[in-house]
């Protein structure tokens, strides 16, 4: 397995886990002293409601672009839904205008989100319902803010850049999935910072091996439509059985090392990243049974009964300690 690039440092440090700031019945209820001396835990208007509606569009978002990953964020622990579904907005939105926009200034709109995205951090509140949460998470689980630069530098590259080496891949792997993977192992943990040491590596790694995944499922789809390959080098024209393995062993290697991770996820993370994991994998080993032609020429997709059928297996494992 490649070397993985480094994360850059911080720039400015995390912020302590501040439970008090997440929305009402997303933590444990703190009571909440506005500047008036009223108690805001207990009304259904102003900033708690506000908080309330962001997090339900965190969800829909969820479930507008992801069936796979909004299954597997229901079999979290109810706790967990709410941060997950958050980042998972947050990332899903910077994908889509750089990705999908195409009759808007793509480079306009990313750089108000970006500043936006800032913004939120800093004042804690957006009017943006899918920022509004996202800084909600953010400092409720203490996550990096040295992550969201890097996913941001990331996606930013994808407005213009249409090919990569070797080291120039490496990096927005690093970017564009394993940051997000470490948010993600941030809610987790739960603030157990011994926990999230020693998972980091195999969250990277589950990252990537999701992301490289995405991009060999959709390397015709990037090509025809955005003039775009992610693999280092890689001339579309000579896309071939070897290449189509190369790319295959290093997805594997991700793959055996995120999943020694997983197993040590808490138990009320561990059935819904399992979950995930699963389809990734099936849909990573109908993909290895194809020849590279059939790629160039279908998006690879695994049918909702055959997900149902994954979940219950998963289900099953994972209750009786199988995993």
Excluded at 15 to 32: I, K, M
């Amino acid at each position: 397995m490649n070397a993985r690039p480094p994360i850059l440092e911080a720039k400015a440090p995390a912020q302590n886990r501040d439970v008090a700031s997440a929305p009402v019945g997303l933590s444990n209820p703190v009571v909440q002293q506005g500047t008036h001396g009223v108690n805001s835990t207990l009304l259904d208007t102003g900033k708690p409601l506000f908080d309330r509606v962001c997090q339900e569009c965190s969800a829909l978002t969820t479930r507008a672009y992801s069936t796979s990953f909004s299954l597997g964020i229901r079999l979290l622990a109810p706790e967990l839904r709410g941060p997950i579904h958050a980042v998972y907005g947050f990332v899903r939105f910077a994908d889509e205008i750089v990705d999908t926009f195409h009759d808007y200034n793509k480079a306009d709109l990313f750089d108000r989100f970006k500043a936006d995205t800032y913004r939120a951090i800093e004042e804690r509140i957006s009017l943006n319902p899918i920022l509004n949460s996202f800084q909600w998470a953010f400092h409720a689980y203490d996550m990096d803010i040295a992550h969201v630069d890097k996913f941001l530098e990331s996606m930013e590259r994808d407005l213009d850049q249409t090919a990569y080496d070797r080291d120039g891949y490496d990096d927005y792997i690093v970017g564009s999935a394993e940051v997000v993977g470490l948010m993600c192992l941030s809610v987790f943990v739960e603030g157990n910072q011994a926990q999230y040491n020693a998972l980091l590596p195999h969250a990277r790694s589950l990252g990537a091996a999701f992301q490289k995944i995405n991009f060999l499922r959709d390397i015709r789809a990037d090509w025809a439509g955005l003039g775009r390959t992610y693999f280092p080098g890689l001339d579309l024209d000579g896309f071939d059985r070897d290449a189509k393995r190369t790319i295959e062993a290093e997805i594997k290697a991700d793959f055996d090392h995120a999943y020694k991770g997983i197993v040590r996820l808490p138990k009320t993370a561990r059935l819904g990243v399992y979950v995930a994991y699963i389809y990734y994998m099936r849909l990573f080993r109908k993909i290895q049974r194809l020849p590279h032609s059939r790629i160039m020429e279908d998006r690879i997709r695994i049918p909702n009964r055959q997900k149902a059928a994954l979940l219950v297996g998963s289900y099953v494992r994972h209750q009786f300690n199988l995993l």
